[in-house]
């Protein structure tokens, strides 16, 4: 054995090996904590990274960081639905009306638009920013350090010059956007400066690279004052009052008599995002005007025009932002792809319908469909075709059924062609047996018709077989369908009577016209009355009939749309349809009917027995069951679109399912995120969610939660910065500033493209700018002050790049609220802060972005000295 005093151990100076007996040991202080970069964490790392290359520790805190930031803006969507219950609690106030005994009862909200948008919203899009910097002091026990304030004036910078440029560049053209609170703004807007001039102030001028406790508490209580200000501005305490004042009309409506009506006229079905029985039918009538859209999808829709009635806050951009980036839960309404298409007018949203085929056809259809389905040797047709848009020609036969003589020999058929009609297009036509058989009743035909450009009709000959011997009627089919060849299918489609049943008969006389009934019973909700008219006892040649309509309890143009017309029957069709379109006004009243008469028929046909027929129009007995409904379904659909949730089970249910569980509508990236995105959400969706105790409890767990996880950004930040050879400085002005910053550029551009005002677009980033500053440095400020103080010591921050940092900033802010002001007074850029003149309002874009890059670069080159 080898004694104690034959050990040899020898450590070179400043080196983390030992020497025993000639072999080298690391020691265990460094394993731990004395690698390279080991100590810039204050909760990182967690296990030893010794043996780890850089270059993989460096890879992987960038993918920590970027994950961690969707982390943050998850939770912040959270805390911000917290925001939003507590600022939308609200009073009532009663208004007089035209009822005596019944005041007109409106709610509004408690919290000023000013004093919300600077205080709780400002916290909820700036808590990362303000956080970092409140964390890092306290964790380096109350000293200074570069990666907060850093990041409070580069996110400061890239709100400011890059969210601006974004904003101004992306108004469609020939569109602009007005600041409308200008008084607000120009508050905000001094005091962003004031904020930034002060920070100079002390860290240059009173005491140098000192923060002295009263200049903490100046700081401080800035932000007080900038909330008052903003909020007198708001209320119009001094100066000319507005053009318009925002906060009554908001609050209040200014509602008038008879305002119903006008609002009506201007297709505003909801006033101020309010759900009222009045505005609901208004809206129900006029989608009742699209044949086929079901009280669902109405309700749906319903929804998307209420939501876009309602003004909204920048933070419901921002959450918008968020759930689009992470595959959550939209808050603005998807209508399915059927319901939606896009006009000039990007604000309005029209309905995109089937084209609508009468329902008397319709019914024949499914019965000649229906008889072949079933008929033992006949081809399985499925359900009627349906005829989509006229986007491709439509083909399909001038009548869905016929009746000729068995001696007749030879006569035609019309084809025709319908929608789009500039190009060549070629389909089959077959006959398929039915009691009449091929080659024993008739020739059996199997052709290929072409309808060339502007062709509009065809006519195919079919050939009936006299065979001398006594037999019942008789029917066969005749078929149009599509070519196999995919080229020749392109642009074409049949239409809805793309099968024709040809009966054949021992009569060629041309028969009588009459009405099947002598009355017709429909509901004031069909949107239009189907009256069959057929063609009896013969079917030889070509008749007309005319017919009219007669006012009796119903009136027309008030109850239904009435008039006269003409029914034309080519040769061997034996029914045609009268439509009358019926008016509902959706108001209970008794039942009403009017007449058709049928006279002067030609070509040789008469009248039959039943040539008057009677129309009654029937009030929907469940009209208000239907209303009733209506107005639930479109609670819930507007109720899902809102950013908070008042129950564990909706966030939870929302966390698990991508979309919110609207997968009809979810993309692929909504997937892609989603699945990226799934554990922070699961996490999280364990906050108690904001219905709870008004919202506060989910406002302090989630503010807890960004706390803790900004205090990993922050060691993750500084841990990737040391490794590739970024100084803090230039770590919290690039990588961390971009991304607590991101989402705020996607709320921002949405706003401004969705907004009829600038405000929540650029309107709101002075204003927090000015609060990162009184917040994200005051309070850490203040409080490491007061520590130092007590301990006796100074509360030392280094002027150096963060006084350069401040200062550049400073001078280009300056210049970037004078090019926005310039904007709205100019001509030339179109007198408006967004968008205006096209070619302007890109060198007004590319002027931000340059602000914006100047000052990344100075601040970072003078980090290294070259400055």
Known sequence: MTSLDDVIIIQEPNSSYLTVNNVSYVQESYVHKGYTCSGEGLLLPIISEYTWSEGARAFLYLVGLLYCFMGVAIIADIFMGAIEKITSKTRKVYLTSEKEDEPEVIEVRIWSDAVAN??????????????????????????????????????????????????????????????RDLKVFLVTAVFSVVAYLWLLIILMVTSPEEVEVWEAVVTFLLFPLLVLLAWLAERNFCG??????????????????????????????????????????????????????????????????????????RMWYRVGAVRNMTGGRKTQPQLSTKLKERSKDRKKTLIMLEDGTNQGVDKYLHSVYSAMNEHPEAPTLGDVPKVMPHQNAIIDFHAASCAVMENIGKFEVAIIRSGRTDNEVNVRVETIDGTATEDQDYIPINQVITFGPGETEKLIEVEIINDNQWEPDEEFFLKISLLYNAEKRQGVQLGRISIMEITILNDDEPG?????????????????????????????????????????????????????????????????????????????????????????????????????????????????????????????????LQVHHETYLSQIKDALNVNGGDIENATGMDYVMHFLTFGWKIIFSLVPPPGILGGWLCFFVSLGAIGLLTAIIGDLAATFGCLVGLKNSVTAITFVALGTSLPDTFASKTAAVQEKYADNAVGNVTGSNSVNVFLG?????????????????????????????????????????????????????????????????????????????IYVLCTSFQAYGYF
């Open 777 to 853: 440095l005051g309070a850490p400020w203040l409080i490491a002050a007061i520590v130092n103080k007590i301990r006796g010591k100074v509360f030392f921050v280094p002027a150096g790049n963060l006084g350069f940092s401040v200062g550049v900033f400073t001078g280009l802010c300056i210049l970037c609220i004078g090019l926005l002001l310039l904007r709205r007074f100019l001509g030339v850029f179109g007198k408006a802060e967004l968008g205006g003149n096209v070619p302007m309002k890109y060198v007004s874009g590319a002027i931000m972005i340059s602000f914006w890059l």
């Open 118 to 179: 600077l205080t709780l919203m400002a916290l909820g899009s700036s808590a990362p920013e303000i956080l970092l910097s409140v964390i890092e002091v306290i964790g380096n026990d109350f000293e200074a350090k570069d990666l907060g304030p850093g990041t409070i004036v580069g996110s400061a910078a890239f709100n400011l010059f890059v969210i601006s440029a974004v904003c101004v560049m992306s108004i469609p053209n020939g569109e602009e956007r007005r600041i």
């Open 512 to 640: 009588m016209v009459m009405f099947q009934k002598r009355g017709f019973l429909v509901k004031e909700s069909i949107g239009k009355a189907i009256i069959p008219v057929v063609r009896k006892n013969g079917a030889d040649g070509e008749i007309t009939v005319k017919w009219r309509s007669i006012d009796k309890t119903a009136i027309s143009g008030r109850d239904f749309e009435g008039g006269e017309g003409v029914l034309v029957f080519k040769h061997t069709e034996i029914e045609q349809n009268i439509e009358i379109p019926i008016i509902d006004d959706m108001t209970p009243e008794k039942d009403e009917h009017f007449e058709i008469e049928l006279f002067d028929p030609t070509g040789g046909a008469k009248l039959g027995q039943i040539n008057r027929t009677a129309v009654t129009i029937t009030n929907d007995d469940d009209f208000n069951n239907v209303l009733a409904n209506m107005m639930i379904m479109t609670n819930a659909n507007v109720h899902a």
């Open 240 to 313: 000319v009052p507005n053009k318009t004042d925002t906060s009554k009309q908001i609050e209040l409506g200014n509602f008038q008599t008879g305002e119903t009506d006008k609002l009506l006229k201007e297709k505003q079905y909801f006033r101020d995002g309010r759900l009222d029985r009045d505005g609901l039918v208004a809206f129900i009538k006029e989608v009742k005007n699209y044949p086929g859209l079901t009280d669902e999808d109405a309700a749906v829709l319903a929804a998307s025009k209420l939501v876009e009635s309602q003004s909204h806050s």
